[in-house]
C-alpha cells in the first residue's frame, strides 16, 4: 500500500452526524465513504474495494449484523468494526462470530480509540497479506507448473537443484534426449536470484556455427550477407538473468573458444564489432551425450568441460525410474484433456502396464507425445490400449508379458518378474541369445534354462520380427 | 409493604425495555457532544469549557449505563454471587433516581473496608431493602430525614444496616416488615417462599437512635 489514503474505509450509520464526525476523524489519514443504511452500503461495497467497514449495528428497520454477513461471505478481506448505541454482551459476541474485528460502544469515550482499531486492523491485514505472499514464495520454492516426478531419484536432483539454484554457480545438466534438461534448467532459474530477470534457451545442435554465434553475439549491420539492421545477442538479451545452452556438445571447437572467452571475462562482441560488451549472465549447459568421451575423443575442449563442470545434474533415463511413468500419465492426460476441451479421461490397468513397461528411449518427451495421440484419439472415458500410438504398442511378444501383480507372494512375484523380464529382453533381441545375453549380463545357458523353467518359446519372438 | 416480587419482575421488564430504547436514542447525540468535543480539543487544547462539557457528558453516560446495569442485576430472581458493598453501592445510587428518596433525604453510605460477596437473589434482597427503606421514609415529618447505611462485612451473617433518629411510629412500622417477611410469598415457577429464610430483620433502640439490621444468610 502506497499511503494512508489509499486505505478505503466505509462507514454505515443512520445519523448524518455521526457519519459527519467519523468522516472527520478519519478522513484525513484515510479515504472514507459513508452509507446512511445498509442498501447504501452493499452498494458501495459493490463498487469500491474498501478495507475496513464501520457498521453501526441498530438502523431504523434494518440490523447491522445483517450486513456483517454479507460482508464477511461477498468480501471476506474487508474487517468489519461493529458500533452499537446500546450494546449487549449477546451483540457483540454475535458480531465478533460472525467476524467483526472490534466492537465499539457509544458514545465512544476516546475517539482517538477508532484511529488506533483502524491502524491495528491495517497492521493485520497487512500481516495476513505478507504471511500469505511469504508461504506462497516458500511453496513456490521449487515449485514448477510441469511435472517432473516423485520417484527417489528425481527428488534427489530436486534437492540439489534447491541447493545450487541460489547460487550463481555454473551448472552442466547432463541426460538423455526427452529428459526435461530444459525444465531443470528453468527451474534452477526460477528459484534464483534472478528469477525476474530473463531466461533464454538456446538449442546449440540445431544451429549453424554461424547462425549460434550470431544469435548468442548478435551482429552489426552488414557483418554478413542478410545482416541488414544492428540485432542483439542472447548474451545480451539474458543481462543478468540466465541463457540456457542446451546439446553443448554440438558446437564446434572454435565456438567453444569464444564461449570460453565470455565465461572467463564477461565480455564479448558483436558479429561485426570493434567493441567489447560485458555481459552479467548465468551458463546453465546441456548435453545429452558423455562430455567426458567427447573430450577424451577431442570432439569438447576440455578446458571448456572444466569451466562448465563446477555442479552437474545427471537426470536419469525414464526407464529407471518407472515410478514416475504412472505420475507423468495422469499429469500429461488431465494437460491434453484440458487442452483438447475433451471430459475427464482415466488410464485402464491394461493401458498402464504396457506404458510402465514401454522402453521410453525418447523419455519424458516421448511419453508426452504419446499421451497427446492417445487423448486426442481416445473415444471413451477409459484409455484403452488401442488408443495408444501403434510405435508403443506391444507387438505380440508383448502382449504375452504378464502385468506384475503386487499382491503375489515374493517367490510368485519374483517369477513373474523374471517371466516378464525374460518376454521383453527376447521381444527386444528378437528371440537372438547372444544378443539377449549381451543386453542382459546373464549367460547364454541360462537365459536357455530360464526360458524352459517358465516354458516361454523363444521362437515366438525371433518369427514375429522376421 | 413488600412488592410482589413477580409483579415487580414485570415492571422491571417493561422498564428495561424502555431503558434501552431510551439509552440508546440518547447515545446518539451523546456520541456527537463527546465526539466533536474530543475534535475540538485536539484544535484547543486549552479550553477549559470543552473539559467540562466532556465531564458532563460522560456523567450522563454514567448515569445511564449505571442504571441500566442496576436493573439488568435486579431483574434475577435465581441466586447468584455478588459483592455486597458494590450492590449497596449501585441500590443507593439507583434509589437516587427517585426525586421523592432525593428531596426528603439525606442518605449517608458508610465505606466499607472490605469487599464482601454473598450468594442470594438480587430482585429479594432489594426489594426487601428497598421496602425498609420506604419504611424509614414512610413516617411523615417535614424534616429532612438522615439515613446512615452501611454494610457490616465484619459480622457473620454479613448485614445490611440502616439507622436513623426515631421518629414516633418508625419501630411499628419495621416490625410490620419483619413480621411479613415470615408470611410466605408465591413465586411463579418456584412456588412459596419466605424472606425470613434468606433475610433476618432485627430492630436495635438506643436513645433516639433505630437502627435495622438485615441479615444475609
Same mark, same amino acid.
Given at each position: 500500500?502506497? #499511503?494512508?489514503?489509499?486505505? *478505503? ?38 463498487? @469500491? *474495494?474498501? =478495507? ?21 461471505? !461477498? ?31 457509544? %458514545? ?15 497492521? /493485520? ?26 520417484? %527417489? ?5 530436486? !534437492? ?8 550463481? /554457480?555454473?551448472?552442466? @545438466? ?21 528469477? =525476474? ?10 544451429? /549453424? ?41 554440438? /558446437?564446434?571447437?572454435?565456438? !567453444? ?54 555442479? $552437474? ?16 500419465? $495422469? ?16 488410464? #485402464?490397468?491394461?493401458?498402464?502396464? @504396457?506404458?510402465? #513397461?514401454?522402453?521410453?528411449?525418447? $523419455? ?19 484409455? !484403452? ?5 501403434? #510405435? ?50 546373464? %549367460?547364454?545357458?541360462?537365459?536357455? *534354462? ?17 | ?124 434482597? +432489594? ?24 454494610? +457490616? ?28 417477611? &415470615? ?18 430483620? &432485627?430492630?436495635?433502640?438506643?436513645? &433516639? ?9
Amino acid at each position: 500500500m502506497k #499511503s494512508k489514503k489509499d486505505v *478505503r474505509i466505509l462507514i454505515v450509520d443512520d445519523s448524518v452526524e455521526t457519519l459527519d464526525m467519523l468522516k472527520t476523524q478519519l478522513g484525513e489519514d484515510y479515504t472514507v465513504l459513508t452509507a446512511k443504511n445498509l442498501a447504501e452500503g452493499r452498494l458501495l461495497l459493490d463498487k @469500491i *474495494r474498501f =478495507h475496513i467497514a464501520i457498521i453501526d449495528m441498530i438502523l431504523p428497520g434494518e440490523h447491522g449484523i445483517d450486513l456483517i454477513e454479507h460482508i464477511k461471505q !461477498q468480501y471476506p478481506f474487508v474487517a468489519v468494526i461493529a458500533i452499537s448505541g446500546q450494546a449487549t454482551i449477546e451483540d457483540a459476541v454475535t458480531a465478533m462470530k460472525l467476524g467483526a474485528s472490534e466492537f465499539l460502544v457509544k %458514545p465512544i469515550r476516546k475517539l482517538d480509540l477508532i484511529n488506533i482499531m483502524v491502524e491495528k486492523i491495517l497492521r /493485520t491485514q497487512w500481516l495476513i497479506e505478507e504471511n500469505r505472499r511469504l508461504t506462497e514464495l516458500v511453496q513456490r520454492d521449487l515449485e514448477t507448473d510441469m511435472i517432473i516426478g516423485n520417484s %527417489p531419484a528425481i527428488q534427489g536432483i530436486l !534437492q540439489r537443484v534447491k541447493r545450487v539454484a541460489r547460487l550463481e /554457480t555454473l551448472v552442466l @545438466i547432463i541426460g538423455e534426449t526427452g529428459v526435461g534438461k530444459g525444465v531443470f534448467a528453468e527451474m534452477i532459474h526460477c528459484n534464483s536470484l534472478r528469477k =525476474h530477470q530473463k531466461f533464454v534457451s538456446v538449442n546449440c545442435g540445431s544451429l /549453424t556455427e554461424t547462425l549460434l554465434e550470431s544469435l548468442l553475439f548478435g551482429h552489426r549491420r552488414g557483418a554478413f550477407t542478410g545482416a541488414y539492421r544492428d540485432k542483439i545477442g542472447y548474451f545480451q538479451e539474458a543481462n543478468g538473468g540466465t541463457l540456457f545452452l542446451d546439446e553443448i556438445t554440438e /558446437t564446434s571447437l572454435s565456438f !567453444q573458444v569464444k564461449l570460453l572467452k565470455v565465461l572467463e571475462t564477461g565480455v564479448f562482441r558483436q558479429v561485426g564489432s570493434d567493441n567489447d560488451i560485458q555481459t552479467d549472465v548465468r551458463i546453465i549447459a546441456a548435453s545429452n551425450k558423455d562430455i567426458k568421451e567427447q573430450v577424451k575423443l577431442g570432439l569438447f575442449r576440455d578446458d571448456l568441460y572444466y569451466r562448465l563442470n563446477v555442479i $552437474n545434474l545427471i537426470i536419469p533415463p525414464l526407464r529407471d525410474r518407472k515410478d514416475d511413468i504412472k505420475l507423468l500419465t $495422469n499429469s500429461f492426460v488431465k494437460e491434453f484433456c484440458t487442452k483438447y476441451k475433451k471430459d475427464e479421461l482415466t488410464v #485402464s490397468p491394461a493401458v498402464m502396464s @504396457i506404458l510402465m #513397461s514401454y522402453s521410453w528411449k525418447g $523419455n519424458v518427451r516421448e511419453l508426452r507425445n504419446a499421451i497427446e495421440h492417445t487423448v486426442i484419439l481416445a473415444e471413451h472415458s477409459i484409455i !484403452q490400449p488401442e488408443d495408444l500410438p501403434d #510405435s508403443i504398442m506391444p507387438d505380440k511378444g508383448h502382449e504375452m508379458i504378464p502385468p506384475v501383480s503386487t499382491v503375489l507372494p515374493w517367490q510368485q512375484s519374483k517369477e513373474e518378474f523374471e517371466r516378464a523380464y525374460l518376454m521383453t529382453l527376447l521381444n527386444q533381441s528378437a528371440g537372438n541369445f547372444t544378443k539377449a545375453a549381451r543386453i542382459s549380463g546373464i %549367460p547364454r545357458e541360462n537365459l536357455y *534354462r530360464k526360458c524352459n523353467q517358465f516354458n516361454i518359446d523363444y521362437n515366438v519372438f525371433r518369427t514375429l520380427k522376421e | 409493604m413488600i412488592q410482589n416480587p413477580d409483579q415487580y419482575r414485570n415492571e422491571l421488564t417493561s422498564f428495561r425495555v424502555i431503558l434501552e430504547g431510551l439509552i440508546h436514542n440518547l447515545n446518539t447525540p451523546l456520541n456527537l457532544v463527546m465526539g466533536y468535543v474530543q475534535q475540538k480539543q485536539k484544535q484547543d487544547p486549552e479550553c477549559e469549557i470543552l473539559g467540562r462539557i466532556y465531564d458532563a457528558a460522560l456523567k450522563i453516560d454514567d448515569i445511564l449505563q449505571r442504571s441500566y446495569n442496576n436493573v439488568i442485576h435486579r431483574i434475577v430472581l435465581r441466586k447468584t454471587d455478588f459483592d455486597l458493598v458494590q450492590w449497596l453501592d449501585d441500590e443507593i445510587f439507583f434509589m437516587s433516581n427517585d426525586l421523592n428518596y432525593k428531596h426528603h433525604s439525606r442518605i449517608v453510605l458508610e465505606p466499607a473496608s472490605q469487599t464482601t460477596m454473598v450468594n442470594t437473589s438480587a430482585l429479594l434482597l +432489594a426489594l426487601t431493602f428497598e421496602s425498609l427503606i420506604s419504611c424509614f421514609m414512610g413516617i411523615e415529618t417535614d424534616d429532612l430525614i438522615e439515613l446512615k447505611i452501611r454494610c +457490616a462485612t465484619n459480622q457473620q451473617p454479613t448485614c445490611l444496616e440502616i439507622e436513623c433518629r426515631n421518629r414516633k411510629g418508625l419501630e411499628p412500622a419495621i416490625q410490620k416488615i419483619a413480621d411479613k417477611m &415470615s408470611q410466605p410469598i408465591q413465586i411463579i415457577g418456584i412456588g412459596d417462599i419466605k424472606l425470613s429464610e434468606l433475610y433476618h430483620l &432485627s430492630i436495635v433502640k438506643t436513645n &433516639s437512635v433505630i437502627k435495622a439490621n438485615l441479615r444475609i444468610l
